[in-house]
């Protein structure tokens, strides 16, 4: 079931495996609306070590991820984050949440577990292995 919109502006051919995850993901977590998911590439941002891999942005239901030299699997894994932070966002857990600038992850308890909700890597390991059996 083909039930996100995907905006591919990159050169990986991901999409069947883009619309695996979310059905996964969206049964496991129970978010109603899928986000739009576009992949970019984004040279500049490639080169810088500790670039952003990805972000959700909850205003628009929209998850943004770069691809420029990655790997798909790691760019499915960013996914998978990001689709953890859109049901946040759903549960409304993004409202009144308080301080997002720089260091929130470590200045905020309730964007910090968020933020390890959204790497727990059993989501993208039990999506992998779903498809294996």
Known sequence: MNNCKIH???NMNIEDEIHS??????QRLGF???PIIFLNNDSDNSQKTLAKTGYYDPSTMEIHVFTTGRHPKDVLRS????LVHHNQNENGDFENSGYSGKGYAQK??????M???A???MLFRDWEDSLKE
């Open 8 to 10: 591919n502006n990159s």
């Open 21 to 26: 995850l979310v059905n996964f993901t969206k």
């Open 32 to 34: 109603k609306k899928p």
């Open 79 to 82: 996914i998978a984050h990001e």
């Open 108 to 113: 905020n308890p309730h964007l910090r577990k």
């Open 115 to 117: 933020e390890l909700q």
């Open 119 to 121: 790497n727990d890597p």
